[in-house]
């Protein structure tokens, strides 16, 4: 068909939708380039598309020494010899990962295991890259042979531009991107993250699937168009098209009983077969119509989980290990909410706190109703969480992100403080979480232009050298409210505290107000959260419990609850 085809069996290609028109793609806007790539302009012509990836793929800034394909040529026959490409191998840091060979020739899917391995003696600080076997297989679909192949995976891998993530090459970094896209379903996808909870012994570990989503189980034309925009766009295009992928498998799944006995497994088998239910571009849709954080604002939050799996000891050489925790049954204590309930308001904070297990570090019960000794006990600890019971038997609570001693930054002044991870929620009589507002209204706020050029990505993408100033023991300021332009200070009045009583919540009411006794308490709409009343507007407190996540020491195993 064309100089880019050595490697393509036709007979699986979608012929009739592939044009041969031949067009040419000339613009070098930022913009413009980004929405043709989301309109799929090249996709249905195999040789443009082959063009534009070589192009992109070319401009990628890159290491010095980047191996080309004359390294290829030199290198291969070493490696592989003359045994059996089918034969061969596969490095370790591709995890047992499928080798899909999507619409490749005999002659392609040999070639995808020959690059890997020549790709793993050329980086040997690759230690965990389970999406390399897929996007080697994808652009021998687009290269004239074996070497261009290798050296246009090899520009990907080599990318040197702090603000340009593409293809993570190391556990930690795979890690904290399953941690980091549960956080994001946890936003955004919260349907979905009620029925992972429900039907899952481990909720991350359904998670760390996602990638697998993308490259392994997606169906070729439906990881070309993500690609198209992947090398465009970057590393959210992922986060997007997976929150999506969930999305649809929530909704054409809905109230239908599972196909296996394992969740994993079956969203596995419904992305496999998505072209039943949902076209690429119905796909691409959906994922660009979530309104996500910005970049900044996702780098912000993988750096905490990576700085979180580094604390429980996880290193860039580390290979794969059972990092996921659950309540633990027997450590568990409160008078206040089940083991059961405990394990479901864990799976709604951030991923990285999740890993810990909830220690009671204040009970009414025991310590008494006073407020200071509260303080003391809470103080030094971050985040928190607040419950309480009422003697109507009713039960309320918060998540509360920042150390109780940050009130003390107003002098005798009560003043807010915290961040928009914080949240209110109640469980008796019935379950409701009520999340920052500018989460599910983001037009409430602007966090400036997502401008994502070439030429202001490094500036609108925070380094690690750039980020704002915190303490040194704070995991993240992931959604500190001075990253946003918020129309009145009422949206960010998250946590206040005095001498006289704590405050959760402000604008037009507070989500909850607890007197210096731990005795009597006030709960309404406010704007902050823009919830409704916890509890008895007016109510008296029975039992208030404050508890944090801790590291826990011994070895891990999961628990079913």
């Known amino acids: 068909m064309d100089e880019y085809s050595c490697f393509v069996d036709w007979d699986k290609m979608d012929v009739s939708a592939q044009s041969q028109d031949t067009k040419e793609l000339t613009c070098t806007d930022f913009h413009e380039l980004k929405q043709l790539a989301r309109q799929g302009y090249w996709a249905k012509n195999h040789s443009l598309r082959a063009k534009v990836y070589h192009k992109l793929i070319s401009n990628i800034p890159c290491r010095t020494v980047t191996p080309d394909a004359n390294v290829y040529r030199d290198i291969v026959v070493k490696i592989v010899g003359k045994r059996s490409s089918s034969s061969l191998p596969l490095p370790e840091f591709v995890d047992n990962s499928l080798v899909p060979t999507y619409c490749l020739n005999a002659e392609g899917v040999g070639a995808v295991r020959k690059i890997i391995l020549c790709i793993a003696n050329q980086f040997p600080d690759i230690s965990f890259c389970p999406a390399l076997p897929s996007v080697i297989a994808l652009l021998l679909h687009y290269s004239k042979d074996e070497a261009e192949c290798f050296e246009h995976v090899c520009r990907i891998l080599a990318c040197n531009d702090p603000s340009k993530r593409l293809i993570d090459q190391t556990f930690l970094a795979f890690e904290s991107s399953c941690m980091t896209f549960g956080d994001l379903v946890n936003k955004y996808c919260q349907a979905a993250h009620k029925l992972m909870v429900a039907v899952s012994e481990d909720v991350l570990e359904v998670y760390s699937d996602w990638q697998r989503w993308l490259f392994g189980e997606l169906p070729m034309a439906y990881i070309a168009r993500v690609f198209d925009v992947f090398l465009v766009e970057g590393y959210k295009v992922l986060y997007r098209v997976a929150l999506a992928l969930l999305k649809f498998f929530h909704k054409v799944r809905a109230g239908q009983p599972m196909e296996s ?34 970049r900044k604002e996702i780098q912000l939050l993988q750096m905490a989980n990576e700085k979180a799996l580094q604390q429980k000891g996880i290193t860039v050489k580390q290979k794969r290990q059972n990092v996921h925790l659950a309540v633990h049954a027997e450590n568990f204590k409160s008078e206040i909410v089940s083991v059961k309930e405990m394990r479901d308001i864990w799976s709604w904070i951030p991923e990285r706190f999740a890993l810990c297990q909830p220690l009671l570090l204040f009970t009414t019960l025991e310590h008494g109703c006073s407020l200071s000794r509260f303080y003391s006990h809470s103080e030094g600890h971050e985040p928190t969480l607040l419950l309480i019971k009422t003697t109507a038997k009713e039960v309320c609570g918060a ?16 003043s807010f403080f915290g961040t928009g991870e914080c949240f209110v929620f109640r469980l008796q009589p019935e379950v409701e979480r009520y999340e920052w507002v500018i989460i599910k209204h983001p037009e409430l706020a602007s966090t400036g232009s997502e401008t994502e050029n070439h030429a202001q990505t490094a500036s609108s993408t925070l380094s690690s050298s750039s980020i704002p100033s915190e303490p040194s023991d704070r995991l993240s300021p992931f959604l500190a409210a ?10 960010s009045m998250f946590m206040a505290g005095s001498s006289e009583c704590i405050i959760v919540g402000g604008g037009d009411g507070q989500a909850l107000y607890l007197d210096a006794d731990l005795n009597h308490g006030r709960t309404s709409h406010c704007n902050t959260f823009n919830n409704q009343p916890l509890c008895s507007e007016s109510f008296q407190i029975s039992i208030l419990e404050g508890e944090e996540s801790v590291w826990e020491r011994r070895v891990q195993c999961r628990t079913r609850l």
């Open 261 to 294: 006995d394992s969740i994993q497994q079956d969203i596995r088998a419904f992305v496999r077969d998505i072209a039943k239910s949902v076209s690429p571009e119905r796909l691409l849709e959906k994922a660009f119509a979530i309104r996500l954080f910005s």
């Open 399 to 414: 998540y509360l992100s920042t150390d109780w001693s940050e009130r003390r930054r107003g002098g005798n002044k009560l």
């Open 482 to 491: 001075r990253h946003f332009n918020l129309p009145s200070k009422t949206a």
